[in-house]
């Protein structure tokens, strides 16, 4: 499976991938002969898999992740490896070592993040549909800020087995596309049981979109209209969600508190949780080897700073504080009652309404280095990062444009109802064209 490294030029001007094949086969099955990029934090054998870290360079995964395995026995012509933020830390793309991946609609400004290469290679024609994977929003971001279709599965309904881990708890592997059916065709591709994942539930995903969402229950959280969101912003989703009622849907508008909490649970959790899963790159079984003549501390040292970005860098000292002696329950235990209050919340409301709507970002994609501090950059995460507590269903789904950029509705629902999910942002794709 031979590859070779894109570089930023004519051949891929936006930076959308990092390796590409140089023989894609196909096959038969229902993605027979279908382009499709892969994240480059998912393994394929034969093809680097370096998470966008100078700390896994050159490394050659043996083994195909079961995503992959399932694309490739359905037909599909795995294209190559799409950039990314390293180890998927970040919401733009920026904080890739092998350089930027830009916005096909605006070549200044962000594709999102951290699967902004994958979004980056659909929105821009290259292939129909890709992978991402979904800790905080690492799908749905990118699918908003360049106008396509992106799905965060519930957890456990796509195997993570071949995905390097960033936070276990958090993570999922989803699909990227062009449509809601293209997103819903891959879906099905990839889903299903794994047994060399503990976190894989039996639940396969088989389901044609429909159209018909009459009598459909719509909430709407008030909070995800809060402070930091773009009134631009706001007002062409309220449209949108009011296309939703003029077909059938019931739109009831609610409260979800514990949207106060859930940035805060979430970096905490999600820090904490890279600390213990980087601790495993040390430059001996993975990427640039250390020194060997220094004293292993030092070697170790040496190689991380050196292999890590400073944003990997960032997330690694905090998680590692919140997990130290005197701390844990202070900031980790804190953070996990935070978000099952967020579980609860998520609980109540769908007692009464079938699914939320909303924004997906509460601004459109912004410049390069626009966001200059990490805090402003953690805040843009704030409506996409509940779901991942919860570990329930969410999709964006393009619903018009602000200033000439893509603007993504953020349709999300119950455990393990991703196709009422697909559905509701298929009805709305459909009597938006």
Known sequence: MPARRIRFDEEDR?????????????????????????KDNISTR???????????????PPYDAFVVDRLIAEGAAVVGKTNMDEFGMGTT?????????????????????????????????????????????????????CGIVGLKPTY??????????????????????????????????ISGYDARDSTAADRAYLHT?????????????????????????????????????????????????????ALAAYYVTCMSEASSNLARFDGVRYGPPCDVRSSWHDAFQERRKDGFGPEVRRRILLGTFALSSGYYGRYYAKAQAARANVRADFARLFADVDVLAGPTMPTIAFRFSEKSDPLSMYLSDILTVPANLAGVPAISVPCGTVRGMPVGLQITGRHFEDERVVDTAYVYEQVAA
């Open 46 to 60: 034969g093809i680097p898999t370096t998470c966008g870290s100078r700390i896994l360079e050159g490394y050659i």
């Open 14 to 38: 936006f930076g959308a991938f990092l390796w590409k094949r140089d023989e894609a086969p196909t096959g038969e099955g229902r993605l027979s002969g279908i382009p499709v990029a892969v």
């Open 209 to 261: 979109p429909q159209q018909e969402i009459r009598g459909l229950r719509v909430g709407v959280p008030e909070e995800f209209f809060g402070s930091g969101v773009d009134p631009a912003v706001a007002a062409l989703v309220w449209k949108a969600i009011e296309r939703l009622e003029e077909c059938g849907a019931e739109i009831i508008t609610c409260t979800m508190p514990s949207m106060a909490y």
């Open 156 to 189: 456990g309904r796509v195997s993570r087995y071949g995905l390097v881990a960033y936070a276990n708890s958090l993570e999922q592997i989803g699909p990227m596309g062009r449509t809601v059916a293209d997103v819903s065709l891959l879906m099905e591709a």
């Open 93 to 145: 793309t920026e904080n890739s070592a092998y350089g930027p991946t830009r916005n096909p609609h605006d070549e200044g400004r962000v594709p999102g993040g951290s699967s902004g290469g994958s979004a980056a290679a659909i929105a821009s024609g290259m292939v129909r549909m890709a992978l991402g994977t979904d800790t905080g929003g690492s799908i749905r971001c990118p699918a908003a800020f």
